[in-house]
């Protein structure tokens, strides 16, 4: 029996000891998108908008907590600690601001909360503009269901300081995401890379743009393109 049939197995029969664990809905979920994608949108076919918004909102506040404690409050309270340097940009920003321990998580946890679930939703909006171009037809809604439940792993595993292990959830969100939809929007999965990889590339490409254009407003002196 080959590892994922092993998997699903595990899924539809647990075994006695993790039952308990097997049987909580949002365990299922999350530990389901991530290891056995396809069979878990399969499931989660008919879920509604509302269903996805408690699902994104509670895997949220943990992300934004974890996210806060490792890359706000121990380097702080720490000076030499690791942290991610995604969140580098953000930190600056607030302790420019001067935002003390107290306020300064408060607030990145606000900003990271509200930024996702705003983010999670234009991106299902974009996400389905090019599925359907494509061939997509199952409705905005089965789209909507890839760009809310298919971003678990980058939340279980872009908040931990390493750069490589968000390299890792971010890889792992891509391929969850393909396979979401594969599966409810019924495509071949050539469609599906074609029409996905161009609805990052766009909006990758027009950052790009943007911050070349900002580091070349200060000449040559400030430029590192141009050194």
């Known amino acids: 029996m080959r590892f994922h049939d092993k998997l699903n197995d595990l899924f539809d029969n647990p075994p006695e ?21 396809s069979k878990t949108f399969d499931r989660i076919k008919e879920d ?14 943990a992300y934004s907590f974890l996210a806060v404690l490792v890359n706000w409050w121990l380097p702080l309270m720490n000076p030499g600690g690791t942290i991610n340097p ?5 930190r600056l920003m607030f302790i420019l601001v001067g935002l003390d321990l107290i306020t300064g998580a408060i607030a990145l946890f606000i900003f990271l909360f509200l930024y996702h679930i705003l ?5 299902g909006l974009w996400l389905h503009f090019w599925v359907y171009l494509f061939g997509g037809r199952k409705g905005l809604l089965r789209t909507m269901q890839v760009a809310m439940y298919g971003r678990t792993p980058r939340f279980a595993l872009v908040w931990l300081p390493a750069i490589w292990i968000s390299l890792i959830g971010y890889v792992w969100t891509m391929v969850v ?26 909006p ?19 430029n590192p393109i141009a050194l």
């Open 17 to 37: 000891k993790w039952k308990f664990l097997l049987s909580n809905p949002l365990f299922m979920k999350v530990v389901g998108f991530m290891l056995v994608p």
């Open 48 to 61: 509604s908008f509302g269903s996805m918004l408690k699902y994104l909102i509670t895997i949220l506040i």
């Open 86 to 90: 995604l969140y580098n940009l953000t």
């Open 119 to 123: 983010a999670s939703y234009f991106r």
């Open 177 to 202: 995401e393909i396979a979401g939809l594969r599966e409810l929007q019924e495509m071949s999965l050539p469609r599906v890379i074609i029409a996905y990889v161009i609805a990052i590339i766009i």
């Open 204 to 222: 990758a490409l027009i950052v790009m743009t943007a911050v070349a254009y900002i580091l070349s407003l200060g000449g040559p002196a400030t």
